[in-house]
T-cell receptor, first 112, second 112 residues
Framework: NAGVTQTPKFQVLKTGQSMTLQCAQD?????MYWYRQDPGMGLRLIYY???????DKGEVPNGYNVSRLNKREFSLRLESAAPSQTSVYFC???????????FGDGTRLSIL | RKEVEQDPGPFNVPEGATVAFNCTYS??????FFWYRQDCRKEPKLLMS???SGNEDGRFTAQLNRASQYISLLIRDSKLSDSATYLC?????????????FGSGTRLSIRP
């Protein structure tokens, strides 16, 4: 069972470069999420998609864009990477209602 | 007041001990509750859902107290492998994809 798959696992960028983080889920979930987690801190929601064709801002959307390509895939794009975006990025999905989220194993991103 | 609050710890207990964590939430209309564990630099993994009647999964017991607005997690006969950060998660609205609030986590360290 693949669950939630994120690519790449690791990436190093230079300031100003752009990059897209990919996320796909095979559980037929409607809702998908992008979080970032900084050392010693909790998860912060960047963007989410309640269903195919919709996206909404979370707590920390600045500097990011997202695309819900289809029901399976939800990508996160950094147009002009900044050192402050160095973090671990987690994608998650869930079915509607009182269901838990399922997480991918993360993308570790360093911006130099 | 934070919407979901946890004691950050760290809790440092000997192997075989019983340890309990609490998590308080601010919205009395919250719908569903979960405990996740997160190992260092890994993704959060669902440990258990928390049901109104309380539920048990092996050495783990979860309780919900709606009147006092807290959930708890009890770990009996703790193992070295239980060392992790435990995240309390509250889904505050049934119909909303976005009102999923994570606590900042409680760190648990089990010593031999």
């Amino acid at each position: 069972n693949a669950g939630v798959t994120q690519t790449p696992k690791f990436q190093v960028l230079k300031t100003g470069q752009s990059m897209t983080l990919q996320c796909a889920q095979d559980m037929n979930h409607n809702s998908m999420y992008w979080y970032r987690q900084d050392p010693g801190m909790g998860l912060r929601l960047i963007y989410y998609s309640a269903s195919e064709g919709t996206t909404d801002k979370g707590e920390v959307p600045n500097g990011y864009n997202v695309s819900r390509l289809n029901k399976r895939e939800f990508s996160l794009r950094l147009e002009s990477a900044a050192p402050s975006q160095t973090s671990v990025y987690f994608c998650a999905s869930k079915q509607e209602g009182n269901q838990p989220q399922h997480f991918g194993d993360g993308t570790r991103l360093s911006i130099l | 007041r934070k919407e979901v609050e946890q004691d950050p710890g760290p809790f440092n207990v000997p192997e075989g001990a019983t340890v309990a964590f609490n998590c308080t939430y601010s919205n009395s209309a919250s719908q569903s509750f979960f405990w996740y564990r997160q190992d260092c630099r890994k993704e959060p993994k669902l440990l258990m859902s928390v049901y109104s009647s309380g539920n048990e999964d092996g050495r783990f017991t979860a309780q919900l107290n709606r009147a006092s607005q807290y959930i708890s997690l009890l770990i009996r006969d703790s193992k070295l492998s239980d060392s992790a950060t435990y995240l309390c998660v509250v889904n505050m609205e049934y119909s909303s994809a976005s009102k999923i609030i994570f606590g900042s986590g409680t760190r648990l360290s089990i010593r031999p």
